[in-house]
């Protein structure tokens, strides 16, 4: 394997170069745009793209040319996106509407008349291209459901070379389907590997060649788990295991061979003229190379910007040249494309530098003069009125790059470009280990150095942005008019970020649960989730799809790697009462009067996570109230107690923040936030007035920030730090993140950082003092009744009714599957009142506008 390799004094210059960089920007680093033009993201990550970049309000997912070279049919999570290539202006947005966009899949046939489409759904969608080159939407070819139920999920698509036939990647079938475009109908259907994700015929239609996100099917015996419906091979962690390329012969429509290559095997590139074929493995930070004559990897190529670094460039796409020579890979986790020479006579390909790209770059395409590049997260959730100060993370704006092809002093500009702005020395630096000798302190400076804690608890609720807590607390950067659970609701939250620190520039990394708990367990999350937001067909991962995680696994795996002990209280477990259809009222009552006839069955898809967690804790339910959760959690804590024994780290899930909207029967937004409040209290509490508390850390963060505004950015969230050495009543204003968190934790508990993503975040020493308040934490009582519940729907008025049957229509059986924006406007209303006006203003792509562009709102939910 082989990458870019550095010299002793290159790294000495980026060091200093990168320092400049990062000290002579203002302090603190906020997210967001910069004067200079550049953009600092939630990852912290900056964003300086080559060339000329185009934003529009999508998640970018793939392209194709047409044949003239003209135009560029950019497929996002809405539709498709017609750039002109020569004025690099959009000329079109044309919108699929509801069900939205596959991960992947656009082609455009070879006279350049016809353009196919692949949805969320069973549907193969022509677009027809008009005389004056706007397109238009054309007939809808179903693909076959699958036998396990549901939709097909159509991803990847080639066309033959008369532009007859359109080979049609059935993801959730796990097969290819031939499709008779005159006929408008599949022919045929081929079985292949689990999770299909692209495909490229032969030049003479006989051979297909398909890399499988979830590789071979499993032999007898092998671990495994389910990924929507399919069994995949995983390894001990549960994470997926394998990665193929499936070899079809079209003529005997069967595959002939199933070659191995890396995990997440995802975009391919075919150089038939040269017998090869090139494979981006995503999870494991390569690109293999096949000889096509002899169906054998010939060649591993190592795409990091350091053969040192960990994982994390996450290559998800390719691009190569004309003439073979020349290989472009999108390094979605480097934000940039790694520029590969290919060495076919030898076998030792060299990554010769790297094109600065926006954030995380899911697809390339060349005509060989230029480099086009599609960026996925683009410049992050930032409303494109930049006048308006308020953004909800939904805002996506995403980017297409025209970059002319660099020579070698420009792809050295690049090159040094790119490790700085992907902090690439940080990474570095993170994984150094120090001397004996040291004394403990709160957070080490090192790996490996003593820290004064030994204990760290780990909490995770649900959805809640700075502003909709904190807006009102009266300090730090805090915006009131945004603020709707306030200190009336969250008593404890308010008690904690006034006596401990309050933290007013800390972001969540991600949008929605589906990527939230993976940035908080894996302090990262795969290409496999990020093309996904088109429309979570497969999954929505919650700890339930193999083929969603990170191939560095989970902060527990780590932790148990270094022999320390962990616990886990809830988190990725969907429980369900017994009986299965007790009311909330039923579980609060039983809970309140201490009956305790209500049991709780416990469904958690990683093994690994299973075994280490407290059945008698619910996970995900919102008929189960976070007081009961925090009463499982002080009984087991005083069990720990008498044992004189403690895990070295605790996870616990508070979901109840969530809230159910306003549906009749269930608690009102207030009460389940001030259940919530009171379990986070009552929690602190327990752990202060411990035997532990001299040595236990306490992190409190929110998986995402989805339902709620932000007058900085739309994934500000809050974040608590508790513990005896937790400075008192300050403000801390440096940036952080979920991963922060996470590197912290890893400092604390001498583990080395999970990943690049976890590697390159700031760990939070700001945050403490070597000099510890011992001084327990009492919690505070609620003061918004518990059971205060939403009212029937008979008693309600007519815009009270029109909320209420919305919110009967949420989705609660797992995190976070309402539409972000009906569930704000809810939460809204119902706090401030349905008079109130919606802050507009403040609202993302999914609130504003939602008519024209196509989404899911109905007529009666537009815009107040």
Not at 554 to 568: K, M, P, Q
Request: aromatic share 8%.
């Amino acid at each position: 394997m082989r990458s870019c390799d550095m010299t002793v004094i290159q790294r000495l210059l980026m060091v200093l170069v990168g320092l400049f960089v990062w000290f002579s920007s203002s302090v603190p680093q906020q997210v967001g745009p910069r004067p200079e033009g550049s953009h600092f993201v939630a990852t912290g990550q900056l964003l300086r793209p080559a060339g000329e970049s185009l934003q529009f309000g999508g998640r970018p997912v793939d392209m194709a040319l047409s044949p003239d070279k003209r135009t560029l049919y950019v497929k996002d999570n809405r539709g498709i996106v017609v750039v002109d290539v020569e004025t690099w202006k959009m000329r079109q947005e044309l919108l699929v509407g509801r069900g939205g966009s596959s991960m992947h899949g656009i082609a455009v046939s070879p006279d350049g008349s016809r353009v196919y489409f692949s949805d969320a759904g069973s549907l193969l969608r022509e677009v027809v291209v008009q005389p004056d080159g706007s397109l238009q939407w054309g007939k809808s070819i179903e693909m076959p459901r699958p036998d396990i139920g549901g939709e097909s999920y159509p991803c990847g698509i080639a066309l033959s070379t008369d532009g007859n036939t359109a080979y049609v990647l059935l993801s959730r079938s796990n097969s290819l389907a031939v499709v008779d475009l005159r006929e408008g109908k599949v022919v045929a259907q081929i079985p292949v590997g689990v999770a299909p994700f692209a495909v490229q015929v032969s030049a003479d239609g006989r051979r297909a060649y398909v890399s499988n996100w979830g590789g071979r099917h499993p032999r007898s015996g092998e671990k495994t788990a389910t990924t929507s419906g399919t069994p995949a091979v995983v390894d001990a962690r549960g994470v997926a295991a394998s990665g193929t390329v499936s070899v079809i012969d079209l003529q005997a429509k069967t595959v002939i061979a199933e070659i191995e290559v890396g995990l997440q095997s995802s975009g391919i590139a075919l150089d038939e003229a040269h017998s090869r074929l090139y494979v981006a493995n995503a999870n494991s930070d390569t690109v293999g190379v096949i000889d096509t004559s002899t169906l054998r990897v010939v060649e591993t190529i190592s795409v990091r910007p350091d053969a040192s670094l960990p994982f994390g460039s996450m290559p998800n796409a390719l691009a190569l040249t004309p003439d073979g020579n020349t290989l472009f890979v999108a390094n979605g986790g480097n934000n940039a494309v790694a520029v590969v020479r290919i060495d076919r006579r030898r076998n030792r390909s060299r990554v010769e530098g790297f094109i600065p790209a926006g954030w995380y770059p899911g697809a390339v395409v060349t005509d060989g003069k230029r480099l086009f590049v599609a960026n996925i997260k683009g410049v992050g959730s930032r409303n494109p009125q930049p006048e308006q100060k308020g953004w909800n993370v939904y805002r996506f704006l995403g980017t297409v790059q025209r970059v002319a092809m660099p020579n070698r002093q420009q792809l050295a500009q690049y090159s040094r470009r790119v490790r700085q702005d992907a902090r690439v020395l940080q990474i570095l630096r993170a994984w150094e280990r120090t001397q004996s000798g040291k004394k403990p302190v709160p957070v080490p400076e090192k790996v490996g150095e003593p820290s004064v804690f030994e204990h760290v608890v780990y909490i995770i609720k649900e959805n809640r942005t700075y502003d909709q807590v904190f807006g009102a607390i009266g300090k730090g950067d805090s915006e009131p008019s945004l603020c709707i659970f306030g200190r009336e609701v969250t008593p404890n939250h308010h008690a904690l970020a006034d006596q401990f620190v309050l933290l007013d520039n800390y972001y969540c990394n991600g949008v929605n649960s589906a990527d939230g708990h993976a940035w908080s367990t894996e302090g990262n999350v795969t290409a496999y989730i990020e093309r996904s937001f088109g429309g979570w067909t497969r999954s929505y991962p919650f700890g339930d799809d193999p083929l969603a995680y990170s191939s560095t696994g989970f902060i527990w795996d780590h932790v148990l790697a270094a022999g320390l002990s962990f616990r886990n209280y809830g988190e990725m477990d969907y429980a369900e009462p017994i009986p299965p259809d007790a009311s909330f009222t039923d579980i609060y009552q039983d809970f309140v009067k201490g009956t305790r006839r209500i049991r709780f069955t416990q469904n958690i898809g990683i093994e690994n996570l299973r075994r280490y967690s407290c059945r008698e804790y619910p996970g995900w339910n919102m008929r189960i109230p976070d007081v009961l959760r925090a009463e499982v959690f002080l009984k087991e804590l005083k069990e720990f107690e008498r044992k004189g024994y403690f895990p070295n780290l605790v996870i616990i899930y508070l979901p109840q923040d969530h809230t159910s909207g306003t549906q009749p029967g269930m608690p009102t937004p207030r009460a389940h936030v001030a259940d919530n409040d009171l379990a986070l209290g009552r929690i602190v509490e327990g752990i202060s007035k411990s035997k532990f508390w001299a040595k236990t850390c306490i992190f409190v963060i929110e998986d995402d920030p989805q339902d709620g505004f932000d007058h900085v950015d739309g994934h500000r969230s809050l974040c608590l730090v508790i513990s005896p050495y937790t400075k008192r009543g300050a403000v801390v204003s440096e940036f952080y993140n979920q991963s922060s968190v996470l590197h912290t934790i890893c400092r604390i508990l001498g583990v080395p950082p999970m990943n690049q993503m976890v590697a390159l975040a700031p760990v939070m020493s700001t945050c403490f003092t070597e000099k510890p308040d011992f001084t327990p934490y009492t919690a505070l009582p609620n003061r918004v009744p518990l059971d205060e519940l939403n009212p029937p729907l008979s008693s309600l008025t007519p815009q009270q009714r029109h909320w209420a049957e919305a919110s009967l229509r949420l989705p609660l059986e797992k995190p976070d599957r309402a539409e972000e924006d009906l569930l704000n406007r809810i939460l809204w209303h119902a706090v401030r009142g349905v008079d109130a006006p919606y802050p507009s203003e403040f609202a993302g792509a999914h609130g504003k506008g939602l008519a024209a562009r196509g989404l899911v709102l109905t007529p009666e939910e537009e815009d107040d």
